[in-house]
C-alpha cells in the first residue's frame, strides 16, 4: 500500500522559531509536494521537488525552504516562523513521468505558531 | 488563469444522490481528479478521469466531462453520512504533473 507520512500531526511553536517538517514516501516516487491548506483558500502549493537536490517554487514559497537530499524524504523549513503561518501541512507524492499523475497525500501536520 | 472553480458547501439528505460541480479553465489539462478530506486528515484520491473520456463509473460515483464547457462533475448515489467530507477538484497537466486544485466543496449529509 502507498504511503507518505508527515513527522508530527500536531506542532506548536513560538514566533521566530526554526521549524522542521518532514516528510517520508515509500512508493519511490519522483515527485513531491509541499502544500498549506487554509480555510476559504483551499490547498495552496508551497514548492515541490521532481528529483533528488531539485526544487521548484509553488505559488506561495515566501518564508519558506525546502531540502531534498533523499528520494524518500522532503523536508519544510519556516526559517523564522510568524504566526501568519500557522496552517494545516500537507505533503504528497507522485510518480513521474508514467502513470496517471495522481497525488497520494500524507495525515498533515497542524502547525500552530504562538 | 489557471483557477478551478467549485461551489463551497452542499447539504443533502441521506439515501439522496449528491453532485458536485467543478470548472477548470486550461483545455491542456491531462487529467482531473476528485479527492476526499475527512475531518483532521489528508486527501484521499477518489477517482480520476482522462481528458479525452466523457464519463467514468465506479460503483456509487459517476464522474461526468465535459470538455467544450471545461466542467466536471461527481456524482454520489445513494448518499451516506460517511460521505460528509470536503471534495476537491483538481486538474493536471504538464510533465511533473503540478496539479491545481479547487477551493473544495464541504458536503454534509444529513440523515
Known amino acids: 500500500d502507498v504511503k507518505v507520512t508527515q513527522s508530527s500531526r500536531y506542532l506548536v511553536k513560538r514566533t521566530g522559531e526554526k521549524v522542521f517538517l518532514e516528510c517520508v514516501q515509500d512508493?519511490?516516487?519522483?515527485?513531491m509536494f509541499w502544500y498549506r491548506q487554509d480555510p476559504g483558500l483551499g490547498l495552496r502549493l508551497i514548492y515541490f521537488?521532481?528529483?533528488?537536490?531539485?526544487?521548484e517554487k509553488g505559488d506561495i514559497p515566501e518564508g519558506y525552504s525546502v531540502s531534498r537530499e533523499k528520494k524518500e524524504r522532503f523536508s519544510l523549513i519556516l526559517e523564522s516562523a510568524s504566526t501568519n503561518q500557522t496552517s494545516m501541512y500537507l505533503c504528497?507524492?507522485?510518480?513521474?513521468?508514467?502513470?496517471?499523475?495522481?497525488?497520494?497525500f500524507g495525515p498533515g501536520t497542524r502547525l500552530t505558531v504562538l | 488563469g489557471e483557477d478551478v472553480e467549485q461551489s463551497l458547501f452542499l447539504s443533502v439528505r441521506e439515501g439522496d444522490s449528491s453532485v458536485i460541480n467543478c470548472t477548470y479553465t486550461?483545455?491542456?489539462?491531462?487529467?482531473l481528479y476528485w479527492y476526499k478530506q475527512e475531518p483532521g486528515a489528508g486527501l484521499q484520491l477518489l477517482t480520476y478521469?482522462?481528458?479525452?473520456?466523457d464519463m467514468k463509473q465506479d460503483q456509487r460515483l459517476t464522474v461526468l466531462l465535459n470538455k467544450k464547457d471545461k466542467h466536471l462533475s461527481l456524482r454520489i448515489a445513494d448518499t451516506q453520512t460517511g460521505d460528509s467530507a470536503i471534495y476537491f477538484c483538481?486538474?493536471?497537466?504538464?510533465?511533473?504533473?503540478?496539479?491545481?486544485f479547487g477551493k473544495g466543496t464541504l458536503l454534509t449529509v444529513n440523515p
Open positions: 504528497a507524492s507522485s510518480l513521474m513521468p508514467s502513470g496517471s499523475g495522481e497525488q497520494f
Open positions: 512508493m519511490d516516487h519522483e515527485n
Open positions: 521537488s521532481y528529483d533528488v537536490k531539485m526544487k
Open positions: 486550461d483545455s491542456s489539462s491531462t487529467y
Open positions: 478521469i482522462f481528458s479525452n473520456m
Open positions: 483538481a486538474e493536471g497537466r504538464g510533465s511533473n504533473y503540478k496539479l491545481t
